[in-house]
């Protein structure tokens, strides 16, 4: 019995983890809340708790990208590259804009950055990973800086889709 259990168990984590990721897609941490990740899993809001004790610790574990999983990798940097390359949104701006003059920006983009890179590091293979990853981050940075805050003539000489489509290539490796 203990193995039907344990499936249970799994099968209920793995609800609400997918049923997290959508609600904080659509709604932002601050805008999901547990029951209405619990009302998509299907389960008791007690239950989202009992697995991930807190909203914060259930949104560090929704926002991970599967280790090993380079094609998921790839496919999220094009997705942040999209948006980074976008309209940012007001809160965003400022982050970045403070980074380098206010003590407290810049270690929440430190903070947000270093995370941002273990968790590419854990999706890729290779002795090269860490090198990689710091190098997804760094870059998805510079194009931001460079495309809203230094407002580089080159930027409006390429399209949108060609940017996402050509550094999301580089990014992955095969350029």
Not at 71 to 81: E, K, N, P, T, Y
Not at 87 to 111: I, Q
Request: aromatic share 4%.
């Amino acid at each position: 019995m203990t193995g039907t259990r344990d499936a249970r168990r799994a099968e209920s984590a793995r609800r609400i983890l997918l049923a997290a990721q959508e609600e904080f897609a659509e709604h932002g941490f601050e805008g999901a809340t547990i029951r209405s990740i619990a009302d998509r899993a299907g389960v008791h809001a007690s239950l989202v708790m009992q697995h991930y004790g807190t909203k914060a610790a259930l949104f560090r574990n929704a926002v991970q990208l599967p280790p090993g999983e380079a094609g998921v990798a790839s496919q999220h940097l094009a997705d942040v590259l999209d948006a980074r390359l976008g309209e940012l949104p007001p809160e965003t701006l400022a982050l970045v804009r403070s980074m380098l003059t206010v003590p407290e920006a810049e270690a929440t983009m430190r903070d947000f950055l270093q995370e941002r890179v273990e968790n590419l590091e854990r999706s890729f293979d290779g002795p090269d990973a860490q090198a990689r990853a710091l190098l997804a981050v760094s870059t998805v940075l510079g194009l931001t800086i460079g495309r809203h805050f230094l407002k580089l003539p080159a930027f409006e000489q390429i399209t949108h889709e060609e940017l996402v489509k050509t550094a999301g290539a580089l990014l992955a490796g095969e350029g």
